[in-house]
C-alpha cells in the first residue's frame, strides 16, 4: 500500500494563484520529501522537511509537516505556466530502510497563462 | 557532471524476450534504486542498492533482477518480458544511507519500455 497520498488528483489554476496540495502517510517518519516530475521527465528533489520541523520555505515552495495528523502541504505561491507538473511526497519505508522512500500518487497541476 | 544517465530512453520487446536496462551514476553516491512507473501510480521500489556490492528487493521485484557492477552503475534485468512490465523505469541514486540523513534521490530520464 502507498506511504503517501496526494490530495487533490488533479488541480488547475491561473498563472499567479497559488496551488495547495496535501499529502498523507500511515507510518511514523522522520523526513518527508516532495518531488516534481515534468511531462515525460525524471523527477526533480524539491523540499525536505524533517520530522522535528513544521514548516519550511525554499523560494516560492512552503511546505508544512503536522506528525500528529500524518500529513504535509506544498503550497506554491505566486504559480507560473513552468510549475504545471506532476508533485509526489515521498517519505522512508520506515526502519532501516538505507534511504527507500515510498511514493504518493501524485497531484497533476496545471497552470493556465 | 552528468548526474544519473539511463539508457536505452525508449525499447519495445516482444513477450519472452530479455534486456538489460542501464544505470549510471557520477556522483560518487552510495545508494541505487530502480522504480517502475505506471500511468496514475506513484513509483514502485523494484530493487535496491544500498552500496556497492549489496542488493535488496523492494516492492515489486517479481520477474525482475540487478546488478551492482561497481559503484557507479546498476543495471536492471527482465529475463523474460511481459505485457505487464510495459512500464516507464526510473533510476535513481542518494549520496549516504537513511540512517545518516541522506534521504535525497536523484533521479535519472527514465527509459520507456513497451512489451508486446
Known amino acids: 500500500s502507498q506511504q503517501g497520498e496526494e490530495d487533490p488528483q488533479a488541480l488547475s489554476i491561473q498563472e499567479g494563484e497559488n496551488a495547495t496540495m496535501n499529502c498523507s502517510y500511515k507510518?511514523?517518519?522522520?523526513?518527508l520529501q516532495w518531488y516534481r516530475q515534468n511531462s515525460g521527465r525524471g523527477l526533480v528533489h524539491l523540499i525536505l522537511?524533517?520530522?522535528?520541523?513544521r514548516e519550511k520555505h525554499s523560494g516560492r515552495l512552503r511546505v508544512t509537516l503536522d506528525t500528529s495528523k500524518k500529513s504535509s502541504s506544498l503550497l506554491i505561491t505566486a504559480s507560473r505556466a513552468a510549475d504545471t507538473a506532476s508533485y509526489f511526497c515521498?517519505?522512508?519505508?520506515?526502519?532501516?530502510?538505507?534511504?527507500?522512500?515510498?511514493f504518493g500518487q501524485g497531484t497533476i497541476l496545471t497552470v493556465h497563462p | 557532471n552528468a548526474g544519473v544517465t539511463q539508457t536505452p530512453k525508449f525499447q519495445v520487446l516482444k513477450t519472452g524476450q530479455s534486456m538489460t536496462l542501464q544505470c549510471a551514476q557520477d556522483?560518487?553516491?552510495?545508494?541505487m534504486y530502480w522504480y517502475r512507473q505506471d500511468p496514475g501510480m506513484g513509483l514502485r521500489l523494484i530493487y535496491y542498492?544500498?552500496?556497492?556490492?549489496?542488493?535488496d528487493k523492494g516492492e515489486v521485484p517479481n520477474g525482475y533482477n540487478v546488478s551492482r557492477l561497481n559503484k557507479r552503475e546498476f543495471s536492471l534485468r527482465l529475463e523474460s518480458a511481459a505485457p505487464s512490465q510495459t512500464s516507464v523505469y526510473f533510476c535513481?541514486?542518494?549520496?549516504?544511507?537513511?540512517?545518516?540523513?541522506?534521504?535525497?534521490?536523484?533521479f535519472g530520464p527514465g527509459t520507456r519500455l513497451t512489451v508486446l
Open positions: 535513481a541514486s542518494s549520496p549516504i544511507l537513511q540512517a545518516l540523513g541522506g534521504d535525497t534521490q536523484y
Open positions: 507510518t511514523s517518519i522522520n523526513n
Open positions: 522537511i524533517r520530522s522535528n520541523e
Open positions: 515521498a517519505s522512508p519505508a520506515g526502519g532501516t530502510s538505507y534511504g527507500k522512500l515510498t
Open positions: 556522483m560518487n553516491h552510495n545508494s
Open positions: 542498492s544500498a552500496s556497492e556490492g549489496t542488493t
